[in-house]
């Protein structure tokens, strides 16, 4: 029999003689124990019996004891006698097995390192893994050296002292040899052992995990399903995870191989879960399959079988492949296949008898439940035992009806009032498992044996788990409790996931501090939220306000609202800004007028964030919306006053959007709209024309006035509710739909009059019931229509009579509000109701220009409103036609009266800022060309300098020059002098190079013909032109155009006999040559032109204007400094360009003459030797 090699070895060296360890001491109080260790090398012999016979595991956990401690060598006093003991005692019991266990322990203890290890490589191949053995050689701690320094020869190793690694843990054909050698120590080679078998400790627990993580991927899915699958071939089962990501993997692979990159792309988003450049991804220690084509050209043939196939990265050895094939005797398949099929039913059969095994244990525990079932039902009144975690001491009602001698233990136990509160887990388990039942064991030793039970209930978290709740309100108060532990520790970018958990026992936890408590972690879960997690907070305090009623809401959120108001960060000021709007309707209405108007109140006035107050206007408006006591009418007046000149465009939008229609309708349900609201904005907007008769506040003018226009869409609303029609109108039938342009945009969907109605059904059929009325039944009986016509429009007429026509602003403001009152209105009360009403003021007549008399209202911002606010609602060819008529009777009328134009021009300003009444303003201005009167083609001249700004280059080519050509070749001197402003502004804003030469000719016709070198007033028109638009004009035609004539205009005005035109042309060009003076001009026209000029205008002044003199003085002398420093950085720049060029020549002719060289380095070195 061949020897076994580890009996072979345990021959020198048995360390079964040492078994009365520490550990054996301690279990074994009553024995004595000789702890003297002798140093000595002997040994004793072997033992009898091989110990590895027979499996460990099935066998007895026994060890023979020896009553004297030796050391390994079994060598000192009382050595012989401890071996013969141990000889003869092992002799006597060789039938006896000794566990592999205590082999284990004892190599260990004995610092048998090599030797155990080796044990455990063996055990691990006979597949037979060993905890204590896996635990030690898995952890690093056990072999760091204590001490740098070699032990002595007879120093004892023990279990803490220095030890020296074993060389290698490789197989004997993988040794190298020559790294053990006697010279020295062998640290460095037992380290890299160390190492080996660290890492291949690693590559298999690596290769465990892949193998646990692919059979959990396979096995996804319900097995039901599958037998089902199984058991029904004809349907086909559901894909499950692997195959899918299998599959996809293969695709994938597919459409990358034949150049479908895009579809791969595609693909691969579709999939984003997987990595497709990584097969591992697919299912860890999952073979990988042929591609798709060797798949389709192989389905017809039976595959390999995945057993037959190992993927390279798995690193599976060879014998693990099925069949226990090895290389020098390959299986014949038929017996391979009959022996599988023999092990399979072997396994099968093992398989049934385990079942029947654990099917009989089972039904042995079946009947001990019912028994202790049984006692436990038999005590009077259906007593049981608590184990809930009730930490009071209870009793049993009757102990003696136990009868079985566990119970009454138990009972005993319970009621001796030695179970605390962590012992309940012990009662429990006692409960549960009523097995215990059934031996006769004291309490005492019940007790003392769960001790062992690595439980802890003596920490907050202990006592929690400890004590599992069994009912809701148990539940809420261990949330309660937790919760607030739970918060802190929480990602920030997570917690909003704790909103529900929060929310929930908020609302039905007991206990009024404890939930104070929670809604302050709501409120404080996020240091800034942004806007999701507000929003997700405020979501749950509308859920908590619905659930609990308005008297909790007031009691335990408004007070966390309260405490955050003035907040550092203003994203918590956000939150109780919007929560304050989203508490509204849960709120008693006494709080929601009271409070929380008051805080709002004050976050409106002190809160500087822009997006805090937008919040604040926004809740503002909800508020308004379930307010009604009408006491605090007043109050939201002033409130909306206040929010309308925020300086934040945000506020002001938020306040057209929500709170005003809000406002709006609380006014209408009060009925003060018409008589309160609309009058008390109106007459502040009077109030504050009468201050600003010299300087308006056009910023406040524009705050009424555009509040004034979002209520024009509620006023509607309330002409078509209390019209005389509403009651007549009906749903039934077809109803016309609305037509889009109808109506203005609204700002908000608070402002559009179908959401203020009700439907757009019903807004429609009031509108057709509101159109008839007013063609054919006007307006008798219709007391809020004859408000508007009777009483509104004439104080707006008035009120645009008494506006600065000359402020653009207002008269846009005026226009924009009259125009969306026009349409909001419709076209038949326009026509009917609003334009008879201007027409009626706006006679166009010579006496309506009057100003001696006071009648100048053709001259008042009243001409431009109606103008562009109420003919233009309209753009139909009636409504087309009358604009241009009237803008034409307008013109007339103003020219032929010698009126200010400020009024058409006014008009045409803000009708030319929209492209779409260019050709109408053409037209218009082409009446005044060919017009008889030169008053009127003087006008229109001068308007044509108006229009030619907003106008494109092609109507500027067809339409405008042509017409300005034909006016300044008209009879009258005038008309040619009124064509000069638009001239230069064609020559300001126009681009186009045949166009600005055909008025560059125009103009020097103007300055060179003979006929007018004495019109004085040409003269002053032209250096008026040129001072205006010589800064922007192209420079080309400054420097060529400009400057040289205001030279010859300078010095022909200082032989200008009449001294009152000379200080007026004189004056024209000092301001004309003001402004040129910030524009670059060259050095030569500077030169030439520029300082000349002024010279001759400085001579003018030194008799006509001394204080202009001194400023001319000034510029001539800063104009000569520049041309100075100019002809000095000319200078400078020239002599530098020079040293460059001579610079460069030097460097050409040295390359050219190093080019020459080709021979040797003497040549080289006598280039630079100095000739002689």
């Known amino acids: 029999m061949a020897k076994n090699p580890f009996s072979a070895k345990m021959a020198s060296v048995n360390p079964f003689n040492l078994s009365d360890s520490e550990e054996e001491a301690d279990r074994r109080p009553n024995e004595t124990v000789d702890t003297q260790k002798s140093p000595s090398d002997g040994a004793p012999g072997p033992s009898p019996g091989n110990p590895f016979s027979p499996p460990a595991d099935t066998e007895p956990r026994t060890l023979l004891l020896s009553s004297n401690r030796t050391s390994p060598s079994g060598e000192g006093s009382g050595s012989g006698s401890g071996s013969t003991a141990a000889t003869s005692a092992m002799a006597a019991t060789a039938e006896t097995r000794i566990s592999v266990d205590g082999i284990a322990a004892q190599l260990i203890r004995d610092q048998y390192i090599l030797t155990a290890l080796e044990f455990h490589t063996e055990l691990l191949e006979a597949g037979r893994e060993l905890p204590r053995l896996r635990d030690y050689f898995s952890n690093p701690g056990n072999f760091e050296r204590q001490s740098g320094t070699p032990p002595a020869k007879d120093q004892v190793l023990g279990p803490g002292g220095p030890m020296h690694r074993a060389g290698s843990i490789s197989t004997l054909d993988s040794l190298d040899f020559a790294r053990y050698s006697d010279d020295g120590n062998r640290e460095s080679d037992e380290r890299v052992a160390v190492l080996e078998f660290e890492l291949r400790k690693a590559k298999e627990t690596i290769q465990a995990l892949r193998a646990n993580l692919t059979q959990a991927a396979e096995s996804e899915g319900p097995s039901q399903e599958r037998k089902n699958f199984k058991s029904s071939p004809e349907i086909q089962e559901p894909i499950r995870p692997l195959e899918k990501r299998a599959l996809n993997f293969l695709v994938n692979e597919y459409l990358l191989k034949n150049e479908c990159k895009l579809s791969s792309i595609t693909f691969s988003d579709e999939n984003d879960d997987q990595d497709f450049e990584l097969w591992d991804d697919v299912g860890l220690n999952t073979p990988k399959p042929p591609d798709l084509l060797m798949l389709y050209r192989n389905c017809g043939a039976p595959l390999p079988s995945p057993q037959d196939m190992v993927n390279v990265s798995v690193g599976v050895e060879f014998a693990d492949l099925p069949g226990n094939c090895t290389a020098q005797e390959p299986p014949k398949k038929l017996d391979l296949s009959h022996q599988q099929q023999k092990e399979v039913i072997q396994e099968l059969e093992y398989q049934i008898s385990l079942l029947n095994n654990e099917k009989q244990s089972l039904a042995e525990q079946m009947k001990k439940l019912q028994r202790c079932v049984c006692l436990s039902s038999s005590t009077d009144n259906n007593q049981y035992l608590d184990i809930r975690g009730v930490s009071e001491p209870e009793t049993v009602t009757h102990p003696q009806s136990l009868n079985t001698p566990n119970s009454t233990a138990l009972v005993e136990y319970r009621s001796s009032g030695a179970a605390e509160q962590g012992d309940c887990y012990l009662l429990s388990f006692l409960f549960l498992f009523p097995w215990w039942c059934c031996r006769k064991l004291s309490p005492a030793f019940q007790q003392a044996l769960l001790s062992f039970c690595r439980t802890c209930s003596d920490s907050r978290l202990g006592a929690e788990v400890s004590r599992i709740a069994d009912s809701e309100e148990s539940v809420l108060l261990m949330l309660g409790r937790c919760l607030p532990h739970i918060v802190p520790n929480v990602l920030l970018a997570k917690r909003e996931e704790l909103i529900p958990l929060i929310l929930c026992t908020a609302c039905l936890h007991p206990e009024p501090k404890e939930r104070d408590q929670l809604l302050h972690i709501l409120f404080n879960l996020i240091k800034r939220p942004d806007d999701e997690q507000r929003q997700m907070i405020l979501t749950g305090c509308v859920a908590f306000a619905r659930h609990v009623g308005p008297t909790r809401v007031e009691a335990e959120l408004l007070p966390q609202c309260w405490e955050q108001i003035n907040h550092k960060y203003p994203e918590r000021r956000l939150l109780v800004a919007e929560s304050c709007g989203a508490l509204a309707p849960y709120l008693p209405k006494e709080i929601r007028s009271s409070l929380v108007l008051s805080m709002l109140q004050q976050m409106l006035a002190e809160d500087k964030a822009d997006m805090v107050r937008e919040a604040v206007i926004k809740s503002l408006g909800i508020i308004m919306g379930y307010i009604d006591d009408s006491d605090k009418y007043s109050q939201g007046f002033e409130l909306m006053l206040l929010s309308l000149g925020d300086p934040s465009e945000r506020v002001v939008g938020a306040v057209h959007q929500v709170f005003i229609p809000a406002f709006a309708a609380w006014t209408t349900e009060l009925g003060t709209l018409q008589s309160s609201l609309i009058p008390s904005l109106l007459a502040r907007i009077e109030k504050l024309l009468m201050q600003g008769e010299h300087v308006l506040d056009e910023h406040k003018l524009h705050m009424f006035l555009s509040g004034l226009q979002s209520l024009i869409p509620p006023l509607f609303a309330v002409v078509l509710q209390n019209a005389p029609f509403t009651s007549r109108a009906k749903l039934n039938g077809e109803i016309p739909t609305i037509e889009v342009t109808r109506f203005p945009r609204p700002a908000s969907p608070l402002q559009d009059v179908a959401t203020i109605i009700g439907s757009r059904e019903m807004l429609s059929a009031l509108l057709l019931l509101y159109d008839y009325q007013l063609e054919h039944e006007g307006t008798t009986g219709w007391d809020s229509l004859l408000w508007v016509v009777n009483q509104l429009l004439p104080q707006l ?145 001068r308007m044509f300098e108006l229009l030619v700004k907003g106008v494109n280059e092609t109507l500027v080519a067809q339409r405008v020059v042509p017409a300005l050509i034909t006016l300044s070749s008209d009879p009258e001197i005038s008309v040619r002098i009124s064509t000069i402003p638009a001239f230069g502004t064609i020559m300001e804003t126009v681009t186009q190079k045949e166009l600005l030469e055909r008025v560059k000719m125009q103009l020097a016709s103007f300055l060179e013909d003979p006929q007018y070198q004495d019109q004085h007033s040409l003269h002053m028109e032209i250096i008026r032109t040129f001072g205006r638009v010589g800064p922007n004009a192209e420079p080309r035609f400054r420097d060529e155009f400009v400057l040289p004539h205001l030279h010859k205009l300078a010095l022909a005005n200082n032989s200008q006999a009449v001294e009152s035109k000379r200080i007026d042309i004189a004056t024209q060009l000092f301001e004309a040559y003001s402004a040129l003076s910030c524009c670059f001009i060259s050095e030569e026209v500077m030169v030439n032109h520029f300082l000349p000029g002024l010279r001759c205008l400085r001579a003018d002044m030194e008799q006509l204007s001394p204080e202009h003199e001194v400023i001319l003085s000034s510029m001539i002398k800063e104009c000569e400094i520049k041309v100075e420093n100019r002809g000095m950085a000319d200078a400078q720049g020239s002599m530098s360009i020079a040293s460059s060029l001579v610079g460069e020549d030097a460097k050409t002719k040295f390359l050219s003459k190093m080019g020459q060289l080709t021979t040797s380095g003497a040549m080289l070195a006598n280039v630079f030797q100095r000739k002689k």
């Open 797 to 941: 007429i008035e009120i645009v009579g008494r506006i600065n026509v000359t402020s653009s602003t207002c008269v846009h403001e005026f226009s924009r509000f009259f125009w969306r009152l026009c349409r909001t209105f419709g076209k038949i009360f326009t026509n009917t109701k609003v334009k008879p009403q201007f027409q009626e003021i706006l006679r166009l007549s010579e006496e309506n220009v009057d100003t001696s008399t006071g009648n100048d209202i053709l001259t008042k911002a009243t001409v431009p409103i109606y103008a562009t606010g109420v003919l233009t609602c309209y753009n139909q060819d009636e409504d087309r036609k009358l604009l241009v008529g009237f803008l034409e009777d307008v013109m007339t009328t103003l020219s032929l009266s010698h009126a200010p134009l400020d009024s058409l021009k006014a008009a045409f300003v803000e009708l030319g800022a929209n492209p779409v009444y260019h050709e109408l303003l053409l037209t218009v201005l082409w009446y005044g060309v060919v017009h008889t009167s030169a008053l009127v083609r003087c006008t229109a001249a």
